[in-house]
């Protein structure tokens, strides 16, 4: 096919020697299959940042360290170096998290370098050699739904081990290849200590798989990994082979309505003192 023109720079370096086809078009980036050598891989080539559909949410980004006290400062005032500076950051988190989990011992596929906005990684193939279908394209046994839905909670808690939540985990991002699940698309992975919302992000996560798994295996739909693995992760009890249950004893006990009322008696006495004080210091300066 016609080199496209965000893959001419790599194919004139020799990063790449061919570019095969197109295997799909997403919200966000298309991904190309092509020839490194005698090597099949993906060029996955992000989209400009007007032309991208998913948007850079403030609560993905939140957490994120920005090394450069300069770019961090322009890109904390909105300005158009700024700008170009969080475009950069934002398309450098899904690399610097694909080498952080491959390091971990997630299954992602491996990243092999990051050029102009174009991310060259492993081709996830099936047992033919062609890329691998997406967890949604796949029809599950009850066995098999177990099984996976089992692969992906590990890779779940390995990635939250490695201090990382994906964010957007469903079955649109999870392939399947001859040794069961790989996790990709993670630009808007989260960064679990420094994310105020990084413990939604993780049920949420953990319950897409769950309602997605639960329709072949609807056992899966009482189970409560999340709330499980979240909980080891703030004891500091999380670790990336941690033996989870699926259940997590919620807080039933209800709320004591008497020391509720005595807290807020003794709040608006205490505001009520400080007008007072306000009050009379003001008439003693008259």
Known sequence: MKVPKRLQPLVDDGMVDEVLYQLMSGKEAQVYVVRCGDQLRCAKVFKEAQKRSFKQAVEYQEGRKVRNSRRAR??????????????????????DALYRLAAAGVRVPEPMGFVDGVLLMELVADEDGKAAPRLDDVTLTPEQARDYHARVIAEVVRMLSAGLIHGDLSEFNVLVDSDGPVIID???????????????????????????????????????????????????????????????????HSADV???????????EEELERKERIQAEAEDDD
């Open 186 to 252: 993670l630009p808007q992975a989260v960064n679990a200590a420094g994310n105020n919302n990084a413990e939604r992000m993780l049920e949420r996560d953990v319950d897409n798989m769950r309602r997605y798994f639960g329709k072949y295996a609807p056992e899966l739909l009482v189970t409560d990994y999340g709330k499980e693995i979240w909980a080891l992760y703030e004891s500091g009890d999380l670790h990336p082979d941690s033996k989870l249950t699926g259940c997590f004893e919620h807080d039933t």
């Open 258 to 268: 008497d020391e509720l009322m005595a807290v807020i008696d003794a709040a608006k």
């Open 74 to 95: 322009a890109m904390s005032k909105k300005t158009k170096y700024g700008q170009k500076e969080q475009e950069d950051a934002w398309l450098n988190a899904e690399v």
